[in-house]
């Protein structure tokens, strides 16, 4: 015999598919929505409804972008430097960096990192895309800003191979990120002085 109602055990199995939700977090989340006003759970259906219908990917970076919008803010900004191209795993990553207010190029968002194991190949990624990118000649320096993981060292390794013929000056973040993190989870000054203490690959 089930504990709970079907509608509540369904909500509580959707929370804990999230990253970072266990199953005690996705039972307190679903008894608070349950005893919210029903404006809460309103609110909160409608932004998910729309999360994935109202937005798209920019067509230049593969930034997130309003589904209306085929080019972010950042690529239409004319004051940045679309010779420097920082290249990063995922659109959070946009958001760290840019709260550093030390950038002033544009982006790249590769969606993912090489993973054999996980079945994640070239192929996968928006590679194809940066290098066509590179090859139009307006580029002059990639930043590659894969977080320093086993995976995102394997991918900044690959980027470097498919870049160097292009004759374009490839650098990577310094390592005043700690091993196995997220650049989202580091600090404003850690990612400041990364950035400016980027070195040539080799």
């Keep these: 015999m089930a504990l709970l109602p079907e509608p509540v055990q369904n909500l509580i199995t959707a929370f804990e598919r999230l990253p970072g939700i266990g199953p005690k977090s996705a039972s307190r989340l679903t008894f608070y929505l349950l005893r919210a006003p029903d404006e809460a759970s309103q609110l909160l259906a409608e932004a998910l409804l729309h999360l994935k219908s109202a937005t798209g990917q920019c067509q230049v970076c593969f930034n997130i972008t309003l589904a209306n919008q085929p080019v972010c803010e950042i ?13 990063v795993e995922e659109p959070l990553d946009v958001l760290a960096l840019e709260r550093t207010s030390g950038f002033y ?11 054999p194991i996980e079945g994640v190949g070239p192929e996968d990624l928006k590679i194809a895309p940066l290098v066509e990118r590179v090859k139009s000649g307006r580029v002059t320096e990639v930043i590659i800003a894969t977080n320093p993981s086993m995976e995102g060292d394997a991918t900044a390794l690959y980027l470097r191979q498919q870049l160097t013929p292009l004759g374009v000056r490839i650098t990577r973040l310094a390592r005043g990120l700690p091993v196995g993190g997220d650049l989202e989870y580091a600090d404003q000054n850690t990612l400041l002085r990364a ?8």
């Design 75 to 87: 690529c239409a900004n004319d004051r940045r430097d679309e010779g420097v191209i920082c290249v």
């Design 195 to 202: 950035l400016s203490g980027r070195q040539e690959m080799t």
């Design 105 to 115: 190029g544009k982006y790249h968002v590769l969606h993912g990192v090489l993973s």
